[in-house]
C-alpha cells in the first residue's frame, strides 16, 4: 500500500447506522421521541462524525468526502423544519376536550399541555382513566390513533365507542398491561419509551383532532430485548468505526513516510540527465558554455601578460637598445596566444623613448682601471648594464 486509503463511503454507511440505533435508544430509553428533528438529526450528525474518523484527509477523498457531506446536510435541512413540531407540543381541536389521569399523573393533563420533554408519564402495568367531551351528541364515534414518526404518520390501531343514549360527554379506561401485550403479539418488542400520537374522532356531526405525548416507562435502561439489542448494535458499531478509523490513520501515515522517504532519495536537480555539462541557467545567474570559455580566457590571458613581461625587457646591452626595442614592441603584441582573445584590456600609454639629456654618457678614464666608464646624467640613476661580462685586457693589468 503506498498511497492514502481514505473510505468516507463506509464511513457514511457505519454513521447512518449508528444514527439509528442512537435514536431507537433515545426512542425506547423515553429519553426524547424520534420526531422529525430529532431523527433527521442525529442522522446527519452521525454521518457526518463517521465519514470524518474514517476519511481524515478530504483531500485524498475529495469526490466522495464532499457527496457525503452534501446528504448530510439535506438531512439536517429536514431537520430543521422539524423544529416547529418540536416546540409546539400537543394540540386539540376547538368544542373538543380531553383530559387523562394515571399513577404517574394524579392531576389530569391534557393532549395541549405535553411536549416532547414533558409527556403524559405511565407505567407498563399503569391503568388509565379518560374522559373528553364532543361539539355534538353522537352515539357512535371511531377513533384512530396513529404514531409519529419523522413528521410522518404511521397507523397503530383503530377502535369504536359507542353510546346508546347519545351523549356529548365520552370516557373509559385503557389497561396499559393489555395493550403492550397486543402490540408486542403483533410487531415482537415491547412498547417502551416516548411517543407521540395523533388522535382522530369521528362521529355524528363534527368531529375531534389532537395530538399528544405519552411515555411508557421502562423498567430499566437494559431491560426488553430490544434494548439489549440495541446496545449490542451500538457497541459493534463503535468498534467497527474505530477499527476503520485506525486503518486508514495507518494508511495516511504510510502514505506521508514514504512520500518523505522518495523525496529524500531523489538525486539533485544539477545531476538530472546524462552528466554533461550543465546548461544554462540563467535564474542561478550562471551558463555551463559561458564558464568553460571564460576559464580559458582567462588562462590565455595570464599567458599573454607573462610574454609581455619577457618581451618587455632589454635585449642588447645599452639602455638605448632597449628603450628603442621597448618603443617599438607595442604593448600586447608579443607572446599572444592563438587561443580566442580575452576579453579587451584598457590601453596603458606607451612609455615615453628617454631623450638625449636621459642618455648615458662614456667617457675615456685615464686612471689604472682601463676600460670606459658610464656617466649617469643629473638626476638619473644608472640603469644595470647587462651583457656579456668583459674579457681579461693584460694591457690594462686586470683580469
Same mark, same amino acid.
Request: with cysteine; aromatic share 4%.
Given at each position: 500500500?503506498?498511497?492514502?486509503?481514505?473510505?468516507?463511503?463506509?464511513?457514511?454507511?457505519?454513521?447512518?447506522?449508528?444514527?439509528?440505533?442512537?435514536?431507537?435508544?433515545?426512542?425506547?430509553?423515553?429519553?426524547?421521541?424520534?420526531?422529525?428533528?430529532?431523527?433527521?438529526?442525529?442522522?446527519?450528525?452521525?454521518?457526518?462524525?463517521?465519514?470524518?474518523?474514517?476519511?481524515?484527509?478530504?483531500?485524498?477523498?475529495?469526490?466522495?468526502?464532499?457527496?457525503?457531506?452534501?446528504?448530510?446536510?439535506?438531512?439536517?435541512?429536514?431537520?430543521?423544519?422539524?423544529?416547529?413540531?418540536?416546540?409546539? /407540543?400537543?394540540?386539540?381541536?376547538?368544542?373538543?376536550?380531553?383530559? /387523562?389521569?394515571?399513577?404517574?399523573?394524579?392531576?389530569?393533563?391534557?393532549?395541549?399541555?405535553?411536549?416532547?420533554?414533558?409527556?403524559?408519564?405511565?407505567?407498563?402495568?399503569? =391503568?388509565?382513566?379518560?374522559?373528553? !367531551?364532543?361539539?355534538?351528541?353522537?352515539?357512535?364515534?371511531?377513533?384512530?390513533?396513529?404514531?409519529?414518526?419523522?413528521?410522518? =404518520?404511521?397507523?397503530?390501531?383503530?377502535?369504536?365507542?359507542?353510546?346508546?343514549?347519545?351523549?356529548?360527554?365520552?370516557?373509559?379506561?385503557?389497561?396499559?398491561?393489555?395493550?403492550?401485550?397486543?402490540?408486542?403479539?403483533?410487531?415482537?418488542?415491547?412498547?417502551?419509551?416516548?411517543?407521540?400520537?395523533?388522535?382522530?374522532?369521528?362521529?355524528?356531526?363534527?368531529?375531534?383532532?389532537?395530538?399528544?405525548?405519552?411515555?411508557?416507562?421502562?423498567?430499566?435502561?437494559?431491560?426488553?430485548?430490544?434494548?439489549?439489542?440495541?446496545?449490542?448494535?451500538?457497541?459493534?458499531?463503535?468498534?467497527?468505526?474505530?477499527?476503520?478509523?485506525?486503518?486508514?490513520?495507518?494508511?495516511?501515515?504510510?502514505?506521508?513516510?514514504?512520500?518523505?522517504?522518495?523525496?529524500?532519495?531523489?538525486?539533485?536537480?544539477?545531476?538530472?540527465?546524462?552528466?554533461?555539462?550543465?546548461?544554462?541557467?540563467?535564474?542561478?545567474?550562471? !551558463?555551463?558554455?559561458?564558464?568553460?570559455?571564460?576559464?580559458?580566457?582567462?588562462?590565455?590571458?595570464?599567458?599573454?601578460?607573462?610574454?609581455?613581461?619577457?618581451?618587455?625587457?632589454?635585449?642588447?646591452?645599452?639602455?638605448?637598445?632597449?628603450?628603442?626595442?621597448?618603443?617599438?614592441?607595442?604593448?600586447?603584441?608579443?607572446?599572444?596566444?592563438?587561443?580566442?582573445?580575452? @576579453?579587451?584590456?584598457?590601453?596603458?600609454?606607451?612609455?615615453?623613448?628617454?631623450?638625449?639629456?636621459?642618455?648615458?654618457?662614456?667617457? @675615456?678614464?685615464?686612471?689604472?682601471?682601463?676600460?670606459?666608464?658610464?656617466?649617469?646624467?643629473?638626476?638619473? =640613476?644608472?640603469?644595470?648594464?647587462?651583457?656579456?661580462?668583459?674579457?681579461?685586457?693584460?694591457?690594462?693589468?686586470?683580469?
Amino acid at each position: 500500500m503506498t498511497e492514502a486509503r481514505p473510505r468516507p463511503w463506509t464511513g457514511a454507511l457505519l454513521g447512518l447506522l449508528l444514527g439509528v440505533v442512537a435514536t431507537g435508544l433515545l426512542w425506547l430509553t423515553g429519553v426524547i421521541p424520534p420526531d422529525r428533528l430529532s431523527l433527521f438529526g442525529i442522522l446527519a450528525v452521525c454521518i457526518v462524525g463517521a465519514m470524518a474518523l474514517t476519511t481524515q484527509r478530504l483531500s485524498a477523498a475529495r469526490g466522495g468526502g464532499i457527496t457525503v457531506i452534501v446528504i448530510a446536510s439535506l438531512l439536517g435541512g429536514v431537520a430543521l423544519t422539524g423544529i416547529p413540531e418540536f416546540v409546539s /407540543g400537543g394540540a386539540l381541536s376547538e368544542r373538543c376536550t380531553f383530559q /387523562g389521569t394515571s399513577s404517574q399523573e394524579a392531576d389530569p393533563v391534557s393532549p395541549a399541555d405535553t411536549s416532547a420533554l414533558d409527556p403524559f408519564d405511565v407505567t407498563t402495568t399503569d =391503568t388509565v382513566e379518560w374522559m373528553g !367531551t364532543v361539539p355534538e351528541t353522537a352515539t357512535e364515534a371511531a377513533v384512530d390513533v396513529g404514531l409519529e414518526v419523522g413528521g410522518f =404518520t404511521i397507523p397503530l390501531y383503530s377502535t369504536t365507542y359507542a353510546s346508546p343514549s347519545g351523549s356529548t360527554d365520552w370516557g373509559g379506561t385503557v389497561d396499559v398491561a393489555s395493550a403492550l401485550a397486543e402490540f408486542k403479539d403483533q410487531y415482537a418488542f415491547d412498547l417502551t419509551g416516548t411517543y407521540h400520537f395523533s388522535a382522530q374522532i369521528e362521529g355524528e356531526g363534527d368531529g375531534c383532532t389532537g395530538a399528544g405525548y405519552a411515555r411508557v416507562l421502562a423498567p430499566s435502561a437494559f431491560g426488553g430485548v430490544m434494548l439489549a439489542v440495541l446496545w449490542a448494535l451500538l457497541a459493534v458499531l463503535l468498534v467497527a468505526i474505530i477499527v476503520v478509523a485506525v486503518v486508514v490513520r495507518r494508511s495516511i501515515s504510510h502514505a506521508d513516510a514514504l512520500a518523505a522517504t522518495t523525496s529524500r532519495d531523489l538525486p539533485p536537480e544539477d545531476s538530472i540527465g546524462t552528466g554533461g555539462p550543465i546548461e544554462d541557467d540563467p535564474s542561478r545567474g550562471r !551558463t555551463g558554455g559561458a564558464g568553460a570559455a571564460g576559464a580559458a580566457a582567462g588562462a590565455s590571458a595570464a599567458g599573454g601578460g607573462a610574454a609581455r613581461r619577457d618581451d618587455d625587457a632589454p635585449a642588447t646591452s645599452t639602455n638605448a637598445d632597449a628603450g628603442a626595442v621597448h618603443a617599438q614592441t607595442p604593448p600586447g603584441q608579443a607572446g599572444v596566444s592563438p587561443e580566442p582573445e580575452p @576579453e579587451p584590456e584598457p590601453e596603458r600609454e606607451p612609455e615615453p623613448l628617454p631623450s638625449e639629456a636621459d642618455q648615458p654618457t662614456v667617457t @675615456e678614464s685615464s686612471g689604472d682601471g682601463g676600460g670606459p666608464e658610464t656617466e649617469a646624467s643629473a638626476g638619473q =640613476t644608472p640603469a644595470p648594464e647587462e651583457g656579456p661580462a668583459p674579457e681579461d685586457d693584460p694591457r690594462s693589468g686586470r683580469s
